[in-house]
């Protein structure tokens, strides 16, 4: 299976299956993905995108976003869910170089975690409330798209090596990134140097803030995110994920009946 899926509009489009699980599992293939803004799906892209069959849309922005750059198309059989995460905007083409880009990313995504509680718990409701294929984004894929699918992979079960490696994949799409702001923003200058960039370091700080207020990221989504039945990390886990099928042994071959002549 591919996890990149390539469009011709979109930068940052990812399948989160094939990761293993603390239990033996894996997170299932063609279920749930990771994208930047589905608002620029049209044309070909469009057809790609509506052959994946997904049925929900999270969109992870705020509403002015929404009505400044569009939302993904309406589509009979598509349902589209608005859960604006953030709270505190900012501008990331004006952070102050001279901070530490890291850590001052990992404390934006620490004030998510706690002023968009109510929204990641509903993300968390919507993802867990059925099977079929459903996918989330921001605008560029990254931070609070990133923040989800490591809430969402760490409930899972996945290893963090896994979780922040598959976080910093949004690096491959930092030069398109970079360009689609500058064409956007032709009189502005980039003056923060780290915009577009996703290093496993500032995943990890979020993981570890996590660990270190609630005592992990499960008791996070418990205490902080009120999660229930319906969103629970077992709930979760039967729904997005299965257990590998054992090779056949010869065992196996004799037990079989012999097949008619």
């Known amino acids: 299976m591919r996890r990149h899926i390539d469009f011709e509009r979109l930068h940052n489009f990812r399948d989160l299956g094939g990761y293993r699980t603390s239990d033996g599992r894996t997170v299932r293939w063609g279920r749930l993905y990771r994208s930047d803004s589905l608002a620029k799906l049209q044309g070909a892209d469009w057809d790609r995108f509506h052959a994946l069959d997904i049925r929900t849309v999270i969109d992870l ?56 509680a109510g929204e990641l718990h509903q ?79 500032i995943m990890r700080l979020f993981l570890a803030d996590l660990t270190a207020t609630y005592g992990s990221v499960h008791d996070y989504a418990v205490k902080q995110l009120g999660v229930d039945a319906p969103s629970s990390p077992g709930c979760v886990r039967n729904c997005w994920t299965e257990r590998p099928v054992p090779p056949p042994t010869d065992l196996d071959a004799v037990a079989q009946p012999p097949s008619a002549a």
């Open 61 to 116: 922005r705020y509403p002015w976003e929404i009505e400044a750059k569009g939302r993904v198309p309406e589509a009979e059989g598509l349902a589209y869910v608005n859960l604006s995460v953030e709270h505190r905007p900012y501008d990331q083409a004006e952070i102050d170089p001279g901070l530490d880009p890291w850590r001052f990313l990992a404390d934006r995504y620490a004030e998510v975690a706690i002023d968009g």
């Open 123 to 201: 993300a968390l409701e919507t993802i867990a409330s059925e099977s079929a294929p459903q996918v989330f984004h921001c605008a560029s894929g990254k931070d609070r798209t990133g923040l989800l699918a490591g809430l969402v992979l760490s409930l899972l079960g996945v290893d963090e090596d896994d979780i922040v490696a598959d976080f910093a994949l949004t690096e491959l799409a930092t030069d398109r990134l970079i360009a689609d702001w500058k064409a956007a923003h032709p009189d502005r200058p980039l003056n923060w140097p780290g915009y577009g960039r996703a290093p496993e370091e």
